[in-house]
C-alpha cells in the first residue's frame, strides 16, 4: 500500500495535465470509434473532452483518499446516466480504456502503474451487472409515503402551490417537524435526483422541485425558530466547491429543532470562511457536507482550517453528504470526529461527541 503523501502526489500530477490528458484521451477515443464519435461534429468532439475533463476529478479525489471504490461508484453512476441518454456501455469502456492507457504513457511508470489501477476498477465496474437505481419513494409502509408522492407529484405536474400547501396543511395538523424534514422532504429531494440520473425528468425540472423545497422550508422557518434554544451551537456549512447546498440547510434547520443554534453558512464555502466562523462563534461542533467525491479534499481542509481556530480545542466536527453515506468509513480520512447520514442523526451523533468531550 502506498502512502498517502505519494497517492496525493500521484492525484496532483493527474490535475496538473488534465486538459493535455482530456485531448489526448478524445483523439485516441475518434481513431479507435470513427464511426461512433464523428457523426457529432466538432462540437460532439468538444463535449467529449469536457466530459473527460469531468471524469478525472473524480480519479484524482479516489486516488488521493486511497478508495479506489469512490471511482467504482462514479463510473456506476455514469453508466445509469450515460444510459438514459441513449449512449451504449461500449462508449465509456473505450473512454475509460484510453485513460487507462494515456496514464501509463503520461506519468512515470509508478505512478501510472498506481493510476491505472484505479482505472482498472472503474472498468470493473462496466463489466459487473449495472448498479440498481431504486426509488426513494417505494411503497414500504410507512406513514409518511403517501404525502410524499403528492408532494412529488404535485411538483412534477408544475404546481408548487398544491405541493406547498400539502406540506405546509401536514404542518398545520401537527405533523411533527423532523419526520416532515425527513421522510418527506429529504425522501422527495433523493428522488428527484434519481429521476434526473434516469432521465425522466429535465434539469429544469429537477431545479423547479429544488426552489418549491427551499420555499417550504423558508415558509417553515418562524416554526423552528421559536424553539427554545438551550446554548448549544454549531457551524454548517458546504466545503469548498460544493454547490449542493439544500441538503446541509435541512441539517441546519433540524439542529434548531432541537434548541441549537446554527450558525448556517450555505454552499461553497471557503475553509477561510467556515475559520473566520469558528473564531467569531465558538460553536460546540461544525458541520461540513459534500456530496461530490472530488470535495473530499475541501472537507478536509475545511477540518483542519476549524481545528486551528477554535480556542477552546473541544470542538467537534462532523461529515454528511452522498458519498459518505455510500463510503460509510470515508469519514476517517477527513478528520472528522463522526458522519451522519441525515439531520435527525447529525444532531444525535454530536450530542454524543459532546457529551463525551
Not at 113 to 128: D, W
Not at 169 to 181: F, I, M, Q, T
Request: glycine content about 8%; charged content about 25%.
Amino acid at each position: 500500500m502506498r502512502e498517502v503523501s505519494d497517492l496525493a502526489r500521484i492525484a496532483a500530477e493527474i490535475s496538473r495535465q488534465v486538459p493535455l490528458i482530456a485531448e489526448i484521451v478524445v483523439a485516441r477515443q475518434y481513431d479507435l470509434q470513427p464511426g461512433l464519435w464523428e457523426k457529432y461534429g466538432p462540437r460532439g468532439r468538444s463535449l467529449s473532452v469536457r466530459d473527460v475533463t469531468y471524469h478525472l476529478p473524480f480519479l484524482t479525489s479516489a486516488i488521493e483518499a486511497g478508495e479506489a471504490e469512490l471511482f467504482a461508484q462514479y463510473v456506476g453512476w455514469l453508466r445509469t446516466l450515460f444510459t438514459s441518454l441513449g449512449l451504449d456501455d461500449a462508449s465509456t469502456v473505450v473512454t475509460l480504456t484510453c485513460i487507462r492507457d494515456v496514464l501509463l504513457e503520461s506519468l512515470a511508470p509508478e505512478m501510472g502503474a498506481t493510476a491505472a489501477a484505479y482505472v482498472e476498477a472503474g472498468l470493473a465496474e462496466m463489466r459487473a451487472a449495472p448498479r440498481p437505481v431504486a426509488s426513494f419513494l417505494a411503497e414500504d409502509g410507512r406513514a409518511w409515503r403517501p404525502l410524499a408522492r403528492m408532494y412529488l407529484e404535485a411538483m412534477l405536474r408544475g404546481d408548487r402551490h398544491v405541493a406547498s400547501r400539502l406540506v405546509l396543511d401536514s404542518v398545520e395538523r401537527g405533523a411533527d417537524l423532523h419526520d416532515v424534514y425527513i421522510c418527506v422532504l429529504q425522501d422527495v429531494q433523493h428522488e428527484v435526483g434519481r429521476l434526473w440520473l434516469t432521465n425522466q425528468i429535465s434539469v429544469a425540472k429537477e431545479h423547479f422541485c429544488t426552489a418549491v423545497t427551499q420555499n417550504v422550508i423558508a415558509r417553515l422557518y418562524p416554526r423552528i425558530m421559536a424553539v427554545p434554544k438551550s446554548g448549544k451551537r454549531i457551524v454548517v456549512a458546504c466545503a469548498g466547491g460544493e454547490r449542493h447546498e439544500i441538503g446541509s440547510r435541512m441539517v441546519a434547520d433540524l439542529f434548531e429543532l432541537d434548541g441549537w443554534d446554527a450558525i448556517y453558512l450555505g454552499g461553497d464555502t471557503p475553509a477561510t470562511a467556515v475559520a473566520d466562523a469558528i473564531r467569531e462563534y465558538a460553536p460546540d461542533a461544525v458541520g461540513i457536507s459534500a456530496n461530490m467525491a472530488f470535495n473530499l479534499a475541501s472537507v478536509r481542509d475545511v477540518i483542519t482550517a476549524a481545528r486551528a481556530a477554535d480556542k477552546s480545542g473541544r470542538l467537534k466536527a462532523l461529515v454528511g453528504g452522498y458519498q459518505f453515506n455510500v463510503n460509510p468509513e470515508l469519514w476517517r480520512k477527513t478528520g472528522a470526529d463522526a458522519w451522519a447520514p441525515d439531520g435527525r442523526e447529525a444532531v444525535r451523533v454530536a450530542l454524543s461527541l459532546i457529551a463525551g468531550a
